[in-house]
């Protein structure tokens, strides 16, 4: 009898540049490691894969109703399919039911969730209350960041709710996230990357309040990125036809050490509406970065398995962005919104040097190709584009020079060779597998063992005749068992103890295939999901009294609250009350601080609340910004009765 042990690689030509694996001597020695989650978005089935093969640890995606993106609705049929491709690797599915509910639509989310849980989803993302008070099946909640999970009381009453997880609020700076992680135990989630809401989360209802669309019921119109004028408290224009609601993207890779130090465990990529490519370019590109924190403090792990072989380089800056911030994350920065312009800026990629009638020269850092996007800024401050028609070194010909001038930076906001790139990328996710070749009284036997203690074995008999080469036979074996072709499996060793036979490749093929068919029933079969938390019947809300910005819509939401003594003021603004005089929107933006007259930092000169008070005007209204200096917030009103100041329109440059 011999044995032949070989390390074989995942098969093709793919760079291994992001990977990771863990094996099961290193889990069971490590049993109190903190898991890190990277919770990336899937618009749809194949996105979702792609997110998992990039080295996603769970998804999040929407069914075909309540999933607060109306253009992101799946089948249950689809949401059933992700959740078998990505079991295996133990990723996780959520599933998001997070928009409010009338009366009629709370039983059919219900049943929703059933359907759900019966597909495997391992939790569901709500924001509507009313949810809580209903049987549900024994899932996972999560709250969603629109129930406006800004404080550590507000986040301790959801955990004694029975709720699994918060998403945090995306204003909060690691100080107050580390806040909350001190009087909690509850998981936390917050977003890394992606579009932000410049309101408070959940408490926006502008867009309700204009167009009847509302963003707590998934339909938001996004007032934030239009256009705005600007006035003071004694009615002079400070700004004309700004986008000064408009932030930047999300983006916080280099705070990830900083942000799983302050008790975050999942961090969360914004983009539910996105493309196929961007979820690659982006997932990737953090998968790399949480592996590499992983390497440098060995504290944590990552909460799923598999190795994510990507066959391209990923690069924020190369995707969808409006330009970066880190917006609150290290406290208040004045850097965090984009007046001249509210859609994609690109990458920058060089300076024009001359302009001329047909096209321009610049000095380019990177290649500019035919079929890209160019983004600039006009001497007005106005963001423009331009497509490429062709290039000629660092002759560039747009289809337009309008407004490009010497001296303008270039961005590169559609890189039609990097989106090529990655629709052609072939990522993959792989499980390692140790396989043993080993005989029985009447043939072969072929055991398949992966992560978390799951083998199997598969037998069959063979005629035994001794092959005389030895070294042939143990060459031939290998190369056939190692076959795993476009299964989830890489053969990681083979071990052979059982003397050279004569045998057909059929045999061991057929061997191979159904023992790794049975190693994936297995680890789906095997596969735990968490279990929904226990309430706690007496705890407090902050405030103890409701009013329209809880956001109840329903009779069970209200009946949510009322059962915990809770005084509901107001039904949610969707229900019709009176848009004037009321905070349309919330924020941490503040334009006073935008514009260099923050009253703390003034000393509070300004006193009284009318001189307190700036404008802003659009095409059609003027609303009025009052200013919460002590927690320093802006709200958004749309006057009723309020005197509107005077306002002192410079003369047009159009």
């Given at each position: 009898?011999?044995?032949f042990v070989t390390i074989c690689q995942p098969s093709g030509d793919i760079n291994l540049c992001h990977q990771f694996t863990f094996l099961p001597t290193f889990v069971a020695m490590n049993q109190h490691l903190i898991e890190l989650e990277l919770l990336a978005p899937a618009r749809n089935l194949s996105s979702g894969i792609a997110a998992i093969n990039c080295g996603a640890d769970a998804v999040y995606i929407g069914p075909s109703a309540f999933g607060a993106r109306t253009g992101a609705g799946n089948s249950i049929e689809d949401i059933a399919a992700l959740v078998k491709y990505a079991h295996p690797f133990r990723v996780k599915?959520?599933?998001?039911?997070n928009t409010l509910l009338t009366d009629n639509q709370v039983p059919l989310a219900v049943d929703l969730i059933y359907q759900l849980y019966e597909v495997g989803v391992d939790?569901?993302?709500?924001?509507?209350?009313?949810?809580?008070?209903?049987?549900l099946p024994p899932i996972a909640i999560h709250a969603s960041t629109q129930l406006h999970n800004f404080s550590p009381e507000k986040v301790k009453f959801l955990e004694n709710a029975g709720i699994n997880r918060v998403v945090l609020a995306r204003e909060l700076s690691l100080k107050e996230i580390a806040d909350i992680r001190a009087i909690t135990t509850i998981e936390l989630e917050s977003f890394v990357h992606g579009a932000l809401c410049v309101s408070l989360s959940g408490q926006c209802y502008l867009s309700h309040a204009l167009?009847?669309?509302?963003?707590?019921r998934g339909e938001c119109s996004q007032p934030c990125r239009s256009y705005y004028s600007l006035f003071d408290s004694k009615g002079k224009q400070l700004a004309e036809n700004k986008h000064l609601l408009s932030l930047k993207d999300l983006n916080l890779s280099t705070h990830i050490k900083q942000m799983a130090e302050a008790g975050i465990s999942s961090f969360k990529i914004e983009g539910r509406l996105k493309d196929e490519g961007y979820v690659k370019n982006i997932t990737a590109y953090y998968n790399g970065i949480i592996n590499q924190f992983i390497n440098d403090n060995t504290t944590y792990k990552r909460s799923s398995s598999g190795i994510s072989s990507i066959d391209f380089t990923p690069d924020p800056a190369r995707s969808f962005n409006r330009g970066f911030t880190?917006?609150?994350?290290?406290n208040r920065q004045a850097d965090i919104y984009s007046p001249d312009g509210s859609k994609s800026i690109g990458k920058l990629v060089g300076t024009v040097r001359q302009?001329?009638?047909?096209?321009?020269?610049?000095?380019?850092?990177?290649?500019?190709?035919s079929g890209d996007g160019l983004s600039f800024f006009d001497r007005e401050g106005r963001q423009r584009g331009v497509g490429v028609n062709r290039t000629q070194g660092n002759r560039i010909f747009p289809t337009a020079v309008e407004g490009l001038y010497e001296g303008a930076q270039i961005y590169r906001n559609r890189d039609r060779n990097f989106d090529n790139q990655l629709a052609r990328s072939i990522s993959v996710r792989q499980l390692p597998v140790k396989a043993r070749l080993s005989e029985t009284a009447n043939g072969i036997l072929l055991t398949l063992s992966t992560l978390w203690d799951i083998h199997v074995d598969i037998e069959q008999p063979v005629e035994k005749i001794k092959a005389n080469d030895e070294i042939n036979f143990k060459q031939f074996v290998t190369g056939q068992i190692s076959k795993t072709g476009s299964t989830i499996f890489y053969i990681e060793s083979l071990s052979i103890e059982c003397n050279p036979l004569l045998m057909k490749a059929s045999l061991l093929n057929t061997l191979r295939r159904d023992g790794l068919q049975a190693l994936h029933t297995a680890l789906l079969e095997s596969y735990q999901k968490n279990l929904p938390v226990q309430t706690v019947k007496n705890y407090d809300y902050p405030g103890h009294t409701i009013d329209f910005r809880g956001n109840i819509l329903n009779r069970w939401a209200r009946q949510f609250y009322e059962d915990r003594g809770i005084k509901v003021t107001e039904e949610g603004f969707e229900s019709g009350i009176p848009i004037n005089d009321i905070p349309l929107m919330t924020t941490r933006h503040c334009l006073r601080y935008s514009y260099g007259a923050c009253l703390k930092e003034m000393g509070n000169r300004e006193n009284s609340n009318t001189e307190r008070n700036w404008w802003l005007t659009d095409n059609h209204h003027t609303y009025l910004l009052q200013f919460n200096c002590k927690e320093c917030l802006m709200q958004v009103i749309l006057p009723g009765n309020t005197?509107?100041?005077?306002?002192?329109?410079?003369?047009?440059t159009k």
């Open positions: 009898m011999s044995q599915v959520y599933a998001t039911v939790a569901v993302i709500i924001q509507d209350a009313g949810l809580l008070t209903r049987e167009t009847g669309r509302s963003a707590n880190t917006y609150f994350i290290d302009v001329h009638r047909d096209h321009i020269v610049a000095y380019l850092t990177d290649q500019i190709a005197e509107i100041v005077p306002l002192q329109a410079k003369p047009s």
